[in-house]
Every structure is written in C-alpha cells, then in structure tokens.
C-alpha cells in the first residue's frame, strides 16, 4: 500500500513491480489511515511513549522494545486486504509497466 507520493510512480517503480508480480496499491488521498501500518504506529504510540518521561534514548528504546515484543506475541497474520473492496477499483492500482 502507498500514498501518492510521485516517486512511487515512476515507472521504474512500475517496471520493478510488475516484473516481481508485486501489486502497488495506492491510497487515496488524505486516507493513510486505511494503511495497516499507520495503525500499528499508533498503538506503539500509544502504549509505549504516550504519557511517558524517558529520561534517554535508551530507556525509550527499551519501551519501545518491550512494546513490540509483546505486541508480535499476540499477533496474527494479516492476509487478503479486502480482495472485493471498491477502492481496488477508482484508484487505479495495476502497475503498467513503461
């Protein structure tokens, strides 16, 4: 999943895609919230730094740590983002190679 920044349009990116059957799925504008990822970052801001006073980097990163290792604990594979959904449509996904 991207945004739309222009450099993951360039058809070298498009090229490499294609080539490696990756499928480039990009996001509306303002709609970052729709990546998976984004959402990640939020929980690890969440839980691990909202409210805090690490008082070193260190100690940040030890939270940050102990966040993760929890988190992949319990986590589960995510598969087939939504295979049917519209957005596949009006966004124009497919890689065409130049």
């Known amino acids: ?11 070298n990116v498009r ?4 080539a490696n059957e990756v499928e480039l799925v ?6 970052s919230w729709l990546n998976w990822i984004e959402s990640e970052f ?19 990163n ?3 740590g102990a966040y ?6 319990r986590a589960e594979p995510k598969t087939n983002f939504a295979p049917d959904s519209r957005i596949r449509t009006w966004t124009q996904y497919t890689a065409k190679a130049a």
Do not use: C, V
């Not at 999943?1 to 360039?10: R, V």
């Not at 939020?42 to 940040?60: M, P, V």
């Open 1 to 11: 999943m991207l945004d739309n920044f222009s450099p993951h349009k360039h058809p």
């Open 15 to 18: 090229a490499w895609a294609a």
């Open 26 to 31: 990009f996001l509306p504008t303002y709609g």
């Open 42 to 60: 939020a929980a690890l801001r969440y839980f691990a730094l909202n409210g805090t006073d690490h008082r070193s980097h260190d100690e940040q």
């Open 62 to 64: 030890t939270a940050i």
């Open 68 to 73: 993760i290792r929890w988190h992949n604990a």
